[in-house]
């Protein structure tokens, strides 16, 4: 994999964050995580930097990607992975989520 810095900023209960979570177990793809539930400042530098408020969202280089199957469709291409399909759907747990693959808060 090329140096590109990678950060993964998620939400707890975020259907699609388990989505890209569990396709990235499931390939053991690490990468550093950041919890918006979990700290004022990751969720503060996820708005000011990426512009939405909006999870997941993946940090390339300081550059911002949403939507859950974008995601696993990056990283399954950034590490070599055969099959990045995702799976099933997902019903919201809290917050706002559309059908493309993301979680407003």
Known sequence: MAEKNLELYIKSGCPYCHKVLAFMDAN???LPLHNID???ADRE???EVGGKRQVPCLFIGGKAMYESDDIIAY???EFSVTSAGGRGGATSAGGSCTVGG????
């Not at 993301?102 to 808060?105: L, Q, V």
């Open 28 to 30: 053991g793809i690490e």
């Open 45 to 47: 530098r996820l708005v």
């Open 75 to 77: 990283l399954g291409k």
């Open 102 to 105: 993301g979680c407003s808060f």
């Open 38 to 40: 979990e700290s004022d």
